[in-house]
């Protein structure tokens, strides 16, 4: 039996993940358990966690791989700053002190941290390195169903690449184009981020998500200004617009000006009409890229099957268009597309094309994405008696007729079943659901419940074999990683007078018959929910369809803004607790919130800072 335990860490989302035998034995994201949002530190819970769940120590691990390589990363940081001297003094004067001090020697550093698990882990040469988009790659391909496909790899900034293709065959996993820093689409997306004001490597879906609201009216003038694209997707960025390459900031006074506005104050500004034009504008610029660059290396390669990592294959409205476009049969999406997903493709890559493992029986090796940890009824029990909890016990099937029947009540619910999942998004694990016929549903969980932004769309999770009657879609999508629009016979066509409205305005147009989970411009983020993989959730929405004839959910993320996804019982009972749900069920333990100690109520509110 060979354990290959792999590590992302020291950027953000820091995640370690656990093969035994090749196979994706558990994974995890260090934030989940630290409750701090994209915990970029050593993941010492996460690693302590897949080592638990593989019943492995780790002096009995026998390769460690880290998902990237510093010095490569080193090398470019100097060559940067070299590059742009003098300017970027102010950022380099306060980022060598760390790599001095730390990551420069890395291995030693993750020596020291991996023996506080096992003082008989004494073989530091255990641990490896592979490549930062070369873990990409192997996280999208080697899970994925295809015996061969090309893999595209999109995000910010590895050690050098940007975006890279690779093609996948058995076992092997070939680099073959790359594009690097400064030229990032990642980087680009989160230089929008930065100007209407969210957070950098955690605002990017806001965008995605205030885009609709806007008209595409900047995408000429980025594509005049900002990047030089070519027919083939390839680019190259103008440098004089941006300050991330050497600065403390992503943009200069220079992208300001081209835009006449300034960076947005989250704390003073509002949204404006001009911030959904600019979040629209990015978000047609990164498609247009995207759908260069597939296009292209479909003709090139032609190989029928796509695979997508890295941050940017997160963009789930671009991922739609690439289906829609057809230049290719089939995609898979590593639903842990980002760094986290790093641990997992760098082990991946290690039993494949170092060790030379072949790849056996073909399909979705994700398992759902359901990896993390999930917890016995005995251990439920004792800790929400600890709580002071009040609770009742039912069957599986008691469970699944009742939430069906309060969901069809307008009641919202936190869901906590099984195994929590892997990556960014819930997926019927760690979740919160509610009805998507109300036409108050969307405004009333984002203000209540998970106390964010009211333009912020919610997704559907469907019934796999009803997708198709429902959504312009009839594609396998279990990662929410595809949006497609609204069947139009569900669809309510606008009124005059609504067509003329612009902006947040829109949001309380009712769109179609299922409200909650239609966006503005009649688009939703699909989860198809299959019972081979998770049979309670597909038992849950088939409740709910026999009695609404709906076998639709509204399903986001077990959280409130700025926390991170539940992952523990005792999280679950405070966001509970802390916000306006009305019921939390724990595999079959139900809490009605009416009948909960009122002195146990938190303020939940104001506990996360907002991301």
């Known amino acids: 039996m060979i354990s290959i335990l792999g590590i992302s860490a020291f950027y953000h989302d820091s995640a370690a993940a656990l093969l035994k035998n090749g196979e994706i034995v558990a994974a995890a994201q260090e934030e989940r358990f630290s409750r701090k949002k994209h915990d970029a530190r050593y993941p010492y819970n996460a690693v302590k966690y897949v080592l638990k769940e593989g019943n492995v120590n780790l002096s009995e691990v026998d390769h460690i791989v880290f998902f990237e390589k510093p010095f490569l990363k080193f090398e470019r940081l100097l060559e940067t700053y070299m590059a742009f001297a003098p300017r970027g003094f102010k950022s380099f004067s306060l980022s060598m002190p760390i790599w001095l001090r730390e990551k420069l020697f890395q291995k030693k550093f993750l020596f020291d941290n991996l023996k506080q698990h096992d003082e008989k882990f004494q073989d530091i040469n255990k641990i490896k390195f592979s490549e930062h988009h070369y873990s990409h790659a192997g996280s999208a391909f080697y899970p994925s169903p295809f015996k061969e496909a090309v893999i595209l790899t999109l995000d910010g900034v590895g050690e050098w690449a940007t975006t890279t293709v690779a093609i996948g065959q058995d076992n092997k996993l070939k680099m073959l184009k790359e594009i690097h820093f400064p030229h990032s689409l990642g980087l680009l997306y989160s230089a929008f981020t930065y100007y209407t004001g969210f957070k950098v490597n955690s605002g990017e879906y806001k965008v995605m998500g205030l885009a609709p609201y806007g008209k595409p009216k900047y995408k000429d003038l980025i594509i005049n200004e900002l990047i030089d694209l070519k027919n083939d997707g390839s680019f190259k960025l103008n440098m004089k617009y941006f300050n991330y390459a050497t600065g403390l900031t992503m943009t200069n006074s220079k992208f300001s000006s081209l835009f006449g506005h300034p960076v947005r104050d989250p704390k003073k500004d509002l949204l404006t009409d001009f911030h959904m034009d600019i979040a629209a504008s990015i978000q047609a610029v990164t498609e247009e890229v ?152 969307q405004k009333e969980l984002n203000l209540k419940v998970k106390f964010r932004e009211s333009f912020r769309p919610f997704a559907p999770s469907v019934l796999r074999e009803d997708v198709s009657s429902w959504f312009e879609i009839d594609y396998d999508s279990p990662y929410m990683l595809l949006v497609a629009e609204v069947k139009k016979d569900i669809q309510v066509s606008m009124s005059e007078k609504d067509e003329k409205l612009f902006g947040i305005e829109k949001l309380n147009v009712k769109r179609s018959s299922i409200p909650a989970v239609t966006h503005v411009d009649y688009s939703a983020r699909i989860q198809t929910v299959h019972k081979d993989t998770n049979q309670k959730y597909y038992n849950l929405i088939n409740q709910f369809k026999k009695i609404t004839n709906c076998p639709v959910i509204v399903n986001t993320s077990f959280n409130v803004r700025g926390e991170p996804i539940v992952c523990s019982i005792e999280d679950a009972f405070n966001c509970f607790m802390g916000t306006n749900l009305d019921l939390l069920v724990i595999e079959d333990f139900i809490l009605f919130k009416d009948e909960q100690d009122k002195s146990l109520l938190k303020d939940y509110k104001n506990k996360f800072e907002l991301d």
Not at 303 to 325: D, F
Not at 357 to 374: I, Q, S
Not at 395 to 417: M, Y
Request: aromatic share 8%; glycine share 10%.
């Open 290 to 441: 995207i759908l260069r660059l597939t296009k292209d290396i479909s003709k090139e390669y032609k190989i029928k099957n796509l695979c997508l990592a890295g941050g940017v294959a997160l963009n789930c409205v671009a991922n739609g268009k690439i289906l829609n476009e057809k230049h290719f049969e089939n995609i898979w999406i590593q639903p842990a597309a980002g760094d986290a997903g790093g641990s997992l493709g760098a082990a991946l890559a290690y039993w494949h094309q170092e060790l030379k493992k072949p790849r056996t029986d073909l399909k979705d090796k994700m398992k759902g994405a359901y990896l993390g940890p999930k917890y016995s009824d005995d251990l439920i029990k004792k800790k929400l008696d600890f709580l002071k909890a009040k609770y009742i016990k039912k069957s599986p099937d008691e469970t699944s007729l009742l939430v069906a029947k309060e969901l069809s009540n307008n009641k919202t619910v936190g869901w906590f079943q099984g195994r929590m999942e892997f990556g960014p998004r819930a997926l019927g694990g760690r979740s919160i659901l509610a009805d998507p016929r109300s036409e108050k549903m």
